[in-house]
């Protein structure tokens, strides 16, 4: 792991501290969690930025299946070697009752049909692999599967989930941050978790 970028480079905002409408967006989900994690602390210096990327999130999951918002998640924190949003995803997946065996099966971004993932699924994390190794250039027929596969309002959406998650990735990354939940897999002798 890197080093951290701290809190003498970077102010974690407290919570109560927040603006107006950046706490109000995030309330539900501290209020769920039961603590307020460090990205959204430090996302607070740039409180009008960081409600629009609440607030994305809270669309793109009011659009998208849930199964595959969670597959994208857990898909692009595997390529992006983002533990923060993996593990906080297992869990989140976990609970929604996708099963541990179809999230391990996604944590090893094979793509492989025939085993907890459905065909789409498969060419959801496809496409998803291929764009941010890609960098978005040659992934039409890729996408042109996905479309095929859930249709072209899921298909935006899941574009749009990528993109999202790669500013996760990219904000958790650079500022070296430690995930704030462990792994749901973590202790497993099987290593299900890469």
């Known amino acids: 792991m890197s080093e951290t970028i701290g809190p003498d480079l970077i102010p974690r905002i407290d919570f109560e501290d927040f603006a107006a409408n950046l706490k109000e967006s995030l309330r539900p989900k501290v209020e769920r969690l039961g603590y307020?994690?460090?990205?959204?602390?430090?996302?607070?210096?740039v409180p009008q930025s960081m409600f629009q990327f609440c607030e994305l999130t809270e669309a793109?999951?009011?659009?998208?299946?849930?199964?595959?918002?969670?597959?994208v998640a857990l898909t692009t924190a595997g390529v992006m070697g983002n533990t923060y949003e993996r593990n906080q995803h297992e869990g989140l997946a976990d609970k929604l009752g996708?099963?541990?065996q179809w999230i391990a099966q996604v944590n090893q971004l094979q793509a492989?049909?025939?085993?907890?993932?459905?065909?789409?699924?498969?060419?959801?994390?496809?496409?998803?692999?291929?764009?941010?190794?890609?960098?978005?250039?040659?992934c039409q027929d890729l996408f042109k599967d996905v479309i095929a596969a859930v249709g072209s309002a899921q298909a935006t959406g899941i574009l749009l989930s990528v993109g999202r998650c790669l500013m996760h990735a990219i904000f958790r990354n650079t500022l070296g941050l430690e995930p704030p939940v462990a792994s749901l897999f973590e202790g497993d002798e099987g290593g299900e978790n890469p």
């Open 98 to 100: 996708f099963g541990r």
């Open 112 to 138: 492989e049909p025939g085993g907890h993932m459905s065909d789409g699924e498969c060419a959801v994390q496809k496409f998803a692999m291929a764009a941010i190794y890609r960098r978005g250039h040659d």
């Open 36 to 45: 307020c994690g460090e990205i959204w602390r430090i996302g607070a210096n």
């Open 60 to 71: 793109l999951k009011d659009e998208i299946e849930p199964k595959l918002v969670e597959l």
